[in-house]
């Protein structure tokens, strides 16, 4: 996507070939920095500080510090080693280890001193694909939203409302549940979204409404409470989030919320469609609340929240009762029966297994 005029992904190899470059994420929504990934540790760090997160980028990035860690050291315990690092960044999102099974399986293959090369073509090679899944899963995304433009009279918006953030950052490009946005957007098609602030680390507030913003698309960011409310009084056409695992049953589990807003969505007769690469789908799972490791994150995102003050300098500040216990659960799991449909890089498809092995019958055999 553009920013300031400048196609932009969010990850890429540096041109001197030093390292990767990352949008550092921690920055938004008042600062739009790169850094670089220069080592296997800095790709480790930058995934558990949330520099770089949501699945898909999780797993691209965990690809490339596989890369780094080649570069360091091709041998066998090393690649195994880096693996195993990265692997313990962070619990929820499988795209992590999807990438990180493919780098294993394929370079343990390739003679050391071949593997760095290999190891940057593989990491590469993840980004494109992952572009191109977005494209295909914004298609699909664009069907159904144009479906219910043509209901409405002209000029009138399609309300979308997303939680968290699945845009193009979150992504390599174009994001999942953003991408049908997008492209009905810039095919003409008018769009509003409601942004969900997401709480506690506002990635609705700090990312989706920046790229949003950044893009032109109409949107209006709600208190994470507001949803029920919008839906009851008819202000949304439809729910798209994104998801860090899906099981082979269609359990989606997706940011701390998005469970709430899918039961909201069930009792208005809203539909509710959750976007997603196949990377997500965790063939191997198939009941989502009792098989997926949710990650407990730390209670001082609860009880502290950072901003810009009005002379412009960034400040942390508590809003929580001194002494009060906080916990922070990061991810909740939607069960199969809310989900009105997964739209996938191979079409929309029921959440069920039935429908998702039909259309990803290989990736069922692997697993
Ligand atoms: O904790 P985060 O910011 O990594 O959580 C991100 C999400 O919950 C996204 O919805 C999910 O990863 C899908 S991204 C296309």
Redesign the pocket.
């Known amino acids: 996507m553009k920013v300031n005029g400048e196609k932009y992904r969010t990850i890429w190899p540096a041109e001197d070939g030093s390292g990767v470059v990352i949008i550092d994420q921690t920055k938004f929504p008042h600062t739009f920095e790169t850094t670089s990934l220069l080592d296997l540790e800095d790709a480790a760090h930058a995934i558990r500080v949330?520099q770089v997160?949501?699945?898909?980028l999780?797993g691209a990035t965990a690809a490339f510090g596989v890369a780094l860690g080649m570069k360091a050291d091709p041998s066998d315990e090393s690649l195994h080693a880096a693996c195993d690092t990265l692997l313990a960044t962070r619990p929820t999102?499988v795209n992590l280890k999807w990438a990180l099974d493919i780098a294993r399986k394929r370079l343990i293959q390739i003679a050391p001193e071949r593997r760095a090369h290999a190891a940057f073509e593989l990491a590469s090679q993840i980004c494109d694909d992952d572009i191109a899944t977005n494209m295909a899963i914004g298609m699909h995304g664009m069907e159904l939203i144009t479906e219910i433009a043509k209901k409405k009279r002209p000029g009138e918006p399609v309300n979308v409302l997303t939680h968290?953030?699945?845009g193009w950052l979150?992504?390599v490009d174009w994001?999942?549940?953003t991408a049908p946005i997008y492209m009905s957007h810039d095919s003409g098609i008018p769009v509003h979204v409601w942004v969900d602030e997401t709480r506690p680390?506002n990635?609705g507030a700090f990312l989706t409404a920046w790229e949003l913003g950044h893009h032109g698309v109409p949107h209006t960011v709600v208190v994470d409470n507001a949803g029920g409310h919008l839906m009851q009084h008819g202000k949304v056409d439809l729910v798209i989030?994104?998801?860090?695992r899906t099981t082979a049953d269609g359990d989606v589990c997706?940011?701390i919320g998005t469970y709430l807003k899918a039961l909201a969505a069930r009792d208005n007769g809203v539909p509710f469609y959750v976007a997603l690469p196949s990377s997500t789908i965790d063939f191997s799972l198939s009941d989502g609340l009792s098989q997926i490791p949710i990650e407990e994150r730390s209670g001082t995102e609860v009880s502290h929240i950072t901003g810009l003050t009005e002379d412009g300098r960034t400040e942390t500040v508590e809003i929580v009762a001194p002494g009060s216990d906080t916990a922070n659960p990061?991810?909740d799991v939607t069960p199969a029966r809310l989900v009105t449909g997964l739209i996938t890089e191979r079409g929309v498809l029921e959440a069920n297994r039935k429908a998702i092995v039909k259309a990803f019958p290989e990736r069922m055999k692997m697993s």
Do not use: E, L, S
């Open positions: 949330m997160r949501g699945a898909p999780i999102a968290c953030n699945a979150a992504t994001g999942t549940a680390r990635q989030t994104g998801t860090d997706n940011k990061a991810f």
